[in-house]
């Protein structure tokens, strides 16, 4: 089933269309629904730093940083703090690629994952599981803000699926992402040519303290371009010491400085 932007924004407009009566009575939430193959993981890219760290040969590979405790991966024994180097023979080279590969491999089959350990490789075997659809709740309640900006005379949105590599959490800002590189439509939808376009601010985070909105694309991290949710951490692991950060981002069509507080930050915590 193909789902569209137009859809969507038809749906956030009809919502906001309901009476306050009615909001009272019923939950102000989004439920949202998401299915497919994964091992139950969110993992991080090697940095430069990270990789000197863990006496890692080469730069590349993902870092384990949670684990899902009733996912393929968790029973196949992967940890938090493990390296993933190798997905069934194939070299990782960071996050992005090794989500597709998981995305890529068929439901039941069995991949060995060859994994750096406290300085030792060692192989694990799992067992690529299924994502059932389950309701993912967005809203007051969940803490997660989805109110798209007031865009005065906005264009028609292209009509065109959404990219199956979907939305990411950034815990160190508290948005969730979408890279728009792969999205040429749509990336001209929002004025710019790549960038971090935000889905949604959660409420009392670093982003949503800044002024940053749903709808905002996120273009750069200091002077350091950015087109992923991954891109984004490793700039801001790499100003660690700063107290604040200027991300530069695109609202209606319009460029702009906002200066970030730096908080206590974990990785990016991704699923796949």
Request: aromatic share 4%; with cysteine.
């Amino acid at each position: 089933m193909k789902v569209t932007f137009k859809c969507i924004l038809a749906c956030m407009a009809a919502a906001s269309l309901v009476s306050p009566a009615a909001f009272a009575q019923r939950p102000q939430t989004w439920v949202m629904t998401s299915g497919g193959t994964y091992l139950g993981v969110g993992g991080v890219d090697i940095t430069p730093d990270r990789a000197k760290a863990l006496n890692l040969k080469d730069e590349r590979g993902v870092e384990i940083s949670s684990v899902d405790p009733e996912g393929p991966a968790s029973k196949a024994g992967l940890k938090e703090g493990d390296i993933v180097v190798e997905y069934n023979g194939q070299p990782v080279e960071g996050w992005t690629q090794f989500r597709r590969l998981v995305q890529e491999t068929p439901v039941g089959h069995q991949v060995k994952l060859n994994v750096w350990r406290g300085g030792a490789m060692v192989t694990l075997t799992a067992t690529v599981g299924e994502r059932k659809n389950q309701p993912m709740i967005i809203g007051p309640d969940s803490g997660w803000n989805f109110n798209m900006p007031a865009m005065p005379n906005m264009p028609e949105m292209p009509n065109i699926e959404i990219p199956r590599y979907g939305s990411v959490q950034n815990p160190m800002l508290g948005i969730v992402g979408e890279p728009l590189g792969q999205e040429a439509q749509l990336a001209e939808f929002f004025g710019v040519q790549e960038g971090v376009l935000v889905r949604s601010v959660k409420k009392g985070s670093s982003a949503d303290k800044a002024g940053i909105k749903a709808g905002d694309v996120i273009t750069k991290v200091e002077d350091t371009n950015v087109t992923t949710s991954a891109e984004i951490t490793r700039a801001l692991r790499n100003l660690r010491g700063k107290k604040s950060v200027t991300v530069t981002v695109v609202r209606n069509h319009k460029e702009m400085p906002v200066t970030i507080t730096m908080e206590t930050s974990a990785g990016s915590s991704v699923r796949a």
